[in-house]
């Protein structure tokens, strides 16, 4: 008989090891084991050991004007707009300290120090860019090879093999790649009617039109004449197009980095299906009156990772 | 050597006791492999159901609890169908045929593709321990393949050759569907073999 006592013995240590410090269960045992030594430090919470695709970890409400100026030559010759802006703008605290030291020590801020490395390094891909300052390349090869090995689709996409990574490095990587991408889409939005169109209710707290109540008010209200064009705030696609009492016919768009508009009380929704792709500056439908509403208007919401935020700061002349 | 000898026919004499615990322990790893995806999908179908969640974070939060219930529920479903392996192993597959049941197919089909994602679960984390390089990524499939031998492939004989007697056929139907979404998922996203075919 084969014995394989010492070699089982280790394998069964490595998995309970691995157990009790990579899973929910091993979580529920450090809980359980805190909780009988009377050890009231924090201990991770179970549904914390999985690694969520979805919600941007951070978001950093970027106004206009607080942003350097972006002039033609800020335009680099690699890294583009609208991500250079946004890198600048989500530095330092998109960016853990320990990759920040990795840069260098120069005098130069470490904005530009990043952009210098980024110009250089420059293959198309800003997600990817970003990923390979954070965490470096040779983890990122690594989980490209992993997601490669277990069929995922794309594997060089950030999305596709962040769960290959170590945990901490997902962790530094998905921080600045959120935060950039999802700043850059807000960004670079396309207002959906003319920039000159007055905004007749901001975003906040107002008391209701119809109902006279004190109501939280998720998004802006846009005069504008019945049966006009609403372009797609950005690239993205169609979640739903529907209609209900409330919102009227409307249209939920999809965009990178986490980034959702909506588009409320249209006359006419678009032929597209949900799940269709729409590009920027693309017709989803005809401004109207339906639903609750007092007159033909625009009610246009923008949120990240969920959360409703003032549309107003991004109102501009689209990039060219 | 001797000595060294005699204390691993010590410790494989007492391997009944303990053994279990990392068979089950690499199921837990491989299942959570599956639900950390499974918990994604599931947010993001009902994110794309037409329905107003008061907080666009209740998908993600219903996505997230039924993955950990699945995966607490699976460490259960491991435990006991370890417990209930037969003493008397069968003898050819007549005698698998006549232990026919739900439990008895299910079980080896969930166990095989879990485990051996378990067992990559470990080799990415002996690689990830490791500095960069080709060093650690040898050293990370030599474990993982011992760990595969040891505890994937041993728990896998366990349970077709301990085929419980059923007490009748449909024995193990309530696990069948749990038991199958997360089997897919291991396969479909936990074996480093995809990429090869």
Request: net charge negative; glycine share 10%; aromatic share 8%.
């Given at each position: 008989?084969?014995?394989?006592?010492?070699?089982?013995?280790?394998?069964?240590?490595?998995?309970?090891?691995?157990?009790?410090?990579?899973?929910?269960?091993?979580?529920?045992?450090?809980?359980?084991?805190?909780?009988?030594?009377?050890?009231?430090?924090?201990?991770?919470?179970?549904?914390?050991f999985?690694?969520s695709?979805?919600?941007?970890?951070?978001?950093?409400?970027?106004?206009?004007?607080?942003?350097?100026?972006?002039?033609?030559?800020?335009?680099?010759?690699?890294?583009?707009?609208?991500?250079?802006?946004?890198l600048?703008?989500?530095?330092?605290?998109?960016?853990?300290?320990?990759?920040?030291?990795?840069?260098?020590?120069?005098?130069?801020?470490?904005?530009?120090?990043?952009?210098?490395?980024?110009?250089?390094?420059?293959?198309?891909d800003?997600?990817?860019?970003?990923?390979?300052?954070?965490?470096?390349?040779?983890?990122?090869?690594r989980?490209?090879?992993?997601?490669?090995?277990a069929?995922?689709?794309?594997?060089?996409?950030?999305?596709?093999?962040?769960?290959?990574?170590?945990?901490?490095?997902?962790?530094?990587?998905?921080?600045?790649?959120?935060?950039?991408?999802?700043?850059?889409?807000?960004?670079?939005?396309?207002?959906?009617?003319?920039?000159?169109?007055?905004?007749?209710?901001?975003?906040?707290?107002?008391?209701?039109?119809?109902?006279?109540?004190?109501?939280?008010?998720?998004?802006?209200?846009?005069?504008?004449?019945?049966?006009?064009?609403?372009?797609?705030?950005?690239?993205?696609?169609?979640?739903?197009?529907?209609?209900?009492?409330?919102?009227?016919?409307?249209?939920?768009?999809?965009?990178?980095?986490?980034?959702?508009?909506?588009?409320?009380?249209?006359?006419?929704?678009?032929?597209?299906?949900?799940?269709?792709?729409?590009?920027?500056?693309?017709?989803?439908?005809?401004?109207?009156?339906?639903?609750?509403?007092?007159?033909?208007?625009?009610?246009?919401?923008?949120?990240?990772?969920?959360?409703?935020?003032?549309?107003?700061?991004?109102r501009?002349?689209?990039?060219? | 050597?001797?000595?060294?000898?005699?204390?691993?026919?010590?410790?494989?004499?007492?391997?009944?006791?303990?053994?279990?615990?990392?068979?089950?322990?690499?199921?837990?790893?491989?299942?959570?492999?599956?639900?950390?995806?499974?918990?994604?999908?599931?947010?993001?179908?009902?994110?794309?159901?037409p329905?107003?969640?008061?907080?666009?974070?209740?998908?993600?939060?219903?996505g997230?609890?039924?993955?950990?219930?699945i995966?607490?529920?699976?460490?259960?479903?491991?435990?006991?169908?370890?417990?209930?392996?037969?003493?008397?192993?069968?003898?050819g597959?007549?005698?698998?045929?006549?232990?026919?049941?739900?439990?008895?197919?299910?079980g080896?089909?969930?166990?095989?593709?879990?485990?051996?994602?378990?067992?990559?679960?470990?080799?990415?984390?002996?690689?990830?321990?490791?500095?960069?390089?080709?060093?650690?990524?040898?050293?990370?499939?030599?474990?993982?393949?011992?760990?595969?031998?040891?505890?994937a492939?041993?728990?896998?004989?366990?349970?077709?050759?301990?085929?419980?007697?059923?007490?009748?056929?449909l024995?193990?139907?309530?696990?069948?569907l749990?038991?199958?979404?997360?089997?897919?998922?291991?396969?479909?996203?936990?074996?480093?073999?995809?990429?090869?075919?």
């Open positions: 008989m084969r014995r394989l006592g010492f070699l089982d013995l280790a394998v069964v240590i490595l998995a309970v090891f691995a157990v009790w410090t990579r899973t929910p269960v091993g979580g529920l045992g450090q809980w359980t084991w805190a909780y009988l030594s009377g050890d009231d430090s924090d201990q991770p919470t179970l549904v914390g999985f690694r695709e979805g919600p941007v970890r951070s978001w950093v409400e970027a106004p206009i004007a607080v942003l350097p100026p972006i002039g033609p030559a800020d335009y680099g010759d690699g890294f583009p707009e609208p991500y250079r802006s946004a600048r703008y989500a530095l330092p605290q998109a960016l853990p300290a320990h990759t920040l030291e990795k840069m260098g020590t120069g005098d130069a801020p470490p904005a530009d120090r990043l952009l210098v490395w980024l110009d250089e390094n420059w293959d198309g800003p997600s990817g860019a970003l990923e390979r300052v954070a965490i470096g390349p040779e983890l990122r090869m989980a490209i090879d992993r997601a490669t090995a069929g995922e689709a794309d594997p060089e996409l950030f999305e596709s093999h962040r769960r290959y990574l170590p945990e901490q490095a997902e962790r530094d990587a998905a921080l600045l790649v959120d935060s950039v991408l999802s700043l850059a889409t807000v960004l670079d939005l396309h207002w959906p009617v003319s920039t000159d169109v007055r905004i007749s209710s901001p975003f906040g707290t107002r008391i209701h039109p119809v109902t006279r109540t004190e109501k939280f008010h998720n998004g802006v209200d846009l005069p504008v004449p019945l049966g006009t064009p609403l372009k797609a705030a950005q690239s993205g696609k169609i979640v739903t197009a529907t209609e209900n009492a409330i919102s009227g016919k409307y249209v939920i768009l999809e965009h990178p980095g986490g980034i959702r508009t909506a588009y409320c009380h249209l006359s006419s929704l678009p032929e597209k299906r949900a799940g269709s792709a729409v590009s920027k500056g693309e017709t989803i439908g005809l401004s109207g009156s339906t639903g609750r509403s007092t007159g033909p208007h625009l009610h246009f919401v923008l949120r990240v990772d969920g959360k409703a935020i003032d549309p107003e700061p991004y501009r002349v689209p990039r060219g | 050597m001797n000595i060294v000898s005699k204390l691993d026919a010590s410790l494989a004499i007492t391997r009944p006791l303990w053994h279990w615990l990392g068979q089950v322990a690499l199921v837990i790893l491989g299942t959570h492999l599956a639900a950390d995806r499974l918990d994604d999908d599931l947010a993001r179908f009902l994110s794309n159901l329905i107003a969640w008061s907080d666009p974070q209740i998908p993600f939060d219903i997230a609890f039924s993955a950990l219930a995966e607490f529920g699976v460490a259960i479903w491991a435990i006991r169908a370890l417990a209930r392996t037969a003493e008397v192993p069968i003898t597959p007549r005698d698998w045929a006549s232990r026919w049941s739900v439990h008895n197919l299910l080896p089909l969930f166990w095989l593709p879990v485990s051996l994602a378990g067992s990559w679960a470990i080799a990415m984390a002996i690689e990830d321990a490791l500095p960069h390089g080709t060093a650690a990524q040898v050293a990370g499939w030599v474990v993982g393949g011992v760990v595969a031998w040891r505890l492939g041993t728990g896998m004989v366990q349970l077709v050759r301990g085929a419980p007697v059923p007490k009748h056929r024995d193990g139907l309530l696990w069948a749990p038991l199958a979404v997360v089997g897919a998922y291991a396969a479909g996203y936990g074996l480093p073999v995809w990429g090869w075919l």
